[in-house]
């Protein structure tokens, strides 16, 4: 057995080094094209559309852009089924390049979240629990000088009266399943969406919610409507405002980012979910593999006096390569996070071998080919 390894133990160990690089790498790129398909896809048998892993719509043209209207009354109303419970995505955002996070609805998990950056900084707004898979759901979101209202099914559940969310929020592009700013795509079945010029009254809520649920959206009030979409095109890249002179929705044959990101500074990418603190562990957990055959690799066959410098610079300069290429990738996210998280778990791996017994083993088992004991 000691000849197996005094003959080949340095082969097997660049093998293992090169295996583990070539499985991150097609798990961190993977699709490997920054031309992937966009999965909206049209019911076909009733109104609707249905978002898939990497799905998105952007509106035709932008919102005008009016600071007048700060001070002025919107609704929105959001008609959909979320196809997940244990996930948190972007549904729906207005971006524009001075402020692209400034009205965003998103899912985090079984919570609703409405964030705004203003003036006085990101501010959100959660309804929790009332979000669940395969149920469908009418979101209604009243915003103006009285303050910011969530309704879930007619009933409100969570207000604020200083949350500042205004019409002058409704400008720019509007982007539809998806965030403006990396891939962040939300999954369900969406069958329509509302923008009111004004702020509704609790009884139109409830009483929008019973139209919309009885298939009677056709008797909504359109004359305070900025936008109105209903999904009943069935075919095509194009989803009509029914509002004349409205703004349409386009559906792009290939899925996109408005804007991608490159390597996003931690605190924009935090988020204070249970989604977010799985994400950070699988990223610490998934490289610490790489630590685990680098730092005999390092020890082994490059002879190394600091193998476990080594593995981690190795490991965070991977990540980092890594994160380079997902921002040409429109399904990935590009992120400082992911480095820091990645580079970690390469640590992590290799300080296995800092125990005196790992030292022992490794010592003993590559006997033949001079390791020295090192730090």
Known sequence: MRSLISRYGKQALTALV???VCALLFATLWPFTPYPRNEVSWLGYEDGVVFGDYATMFSTREF????????????????????HSKDSNVMLAFYTPENPWQ????????????????????????????????RDL??????????????IDGKARKFSSDFGLSRADLCGEMVV?????????????????AIYSRSLSAGEVAAHYAAWSGNRSDTLNRGDMLAFYRFRERAGTTVKD???????????????????ALLTPPW??????????????????????????????????????????????SGALLSLTIEILQAFLPARYSGWTD???????????????????????LTDLFADTEVKKAA
């Open 64 to 83: 005008p852009r009016d600071s007048a209207k700060a001070d002025q009354d919107f609704s929105l109303e959001f008609w959909m089924q979320p196809a």
């Open 242 to 260: 029914e509002i004349p002179g409205g703004i349409d929705l386009n559906i792009p044959g290939h899925y996109s980012i408005w804007r991608q």
């Open 18 to 20: 090169a295996i583990a």
């Open 138 to 151: 009418l979101v209604t979101l009243t915003a103006g000088s009285e303050g910011t209202t969530i309704y």
């Open 339 to 361: 480095v820091i998280t990645n580079s970690s778990g390469t640590a992590l791996g290799a300080s296995v071998y800092l125990w005196s017994g790992m030292q022992k083993f």
């Open 177 to 193: 399943g998806n965030s403006p700013m990396g891939n962040n795509s939300w999954g369900g079945v969406l069958r329509g969406i």
């Open 103 to 134: 009205f965003t609805v998103r899912q985090d998990e079984s919570d609703l979240n409405v964030l705004h950056v203003g003036p006085q900084g990101v501010k959100s707004l959660l309804a929790g629990e009332v979000m669940a898979r395969g």
């Open 268 to 313: 924009k990418e935090f988020e204070a979910t249970a989604a977010y603190a799985r994400d950070l562990a699988e990223n610490v957990a998934g490289f610490v593999p790489l630590g685990l055959v680098l730092y005999p690799y390092f020890l082994v066959v490059r002879k190394s006096k600091r193998p476990w410098l080594m593995s981690y610079l």
